[in-house]
Nanobody, 125 residues
Framework: QVQLVESGGGLVQAGGSLRLSCAAS????????MGWFRQAPGKAREFVAA????????YYAGSVKGRFTISKDNAKNTVFLQMSSLKPEDTAVYYC??????????????????WGQGNQVTVSS
């Protein structure tokens, strides 16, 4: 099992930037990929971005492509989500997740085994 601890959320004005971090501990050698999801009030959790842990290949939802960047620091077992040009519709609780699975899509919740506690991001207009 992998434990995930997130940090970096908060309140920002539209057009601003925030960086989320997610530190992994436990069975980190089993991680194949890590991802970020978000859930806005009254909405289902949705995919934001993912990164292959060894190759660094990245994936993005269309709604954030060009504005958000996912990156990793393997030495620190940490994944980051740099969010720029934030919009009010980016307001949500952001979750990081980790998976050891190699044959499932990284864009779906079911592809991940371990989840962080969630971190609120609020973008004011």
């Amino acid at each position: 099992q992998v434990q995930l601890v997130e940090s970096g959320g908060g309140l920002v004005q539209a057009g601003g930037s925030l960086r989320l971090s997610c530190a992994a501990s436990g069975r980190t050698s089993s991680i194949y990929a890590m991802g970020w999801f978000r859930q806005a009030p009254g909405k289902a959790r949705e995919f934001v971005a993912a990164i292959n842990w060894s190759l660094g290949v990245t994936y993005y939802a269309g709604s954030v492509k060009g504005r958000f960047t996912i990156s990793k620091d393997n030495a620190k077992n940490t994944v980051f989500l740099q969010m720029s040009s934030l919009k009010p519709e980016d307001t949500a609780v952001y979750y990081c997740a980790a998976t050891p699975q190699r044959l499932v899509p990284l864009t779906i919740e079911g592809g991940y085994d371990d989840w962080g506690q969630g971190n609120q991001v609020t973008v004011s207009s």
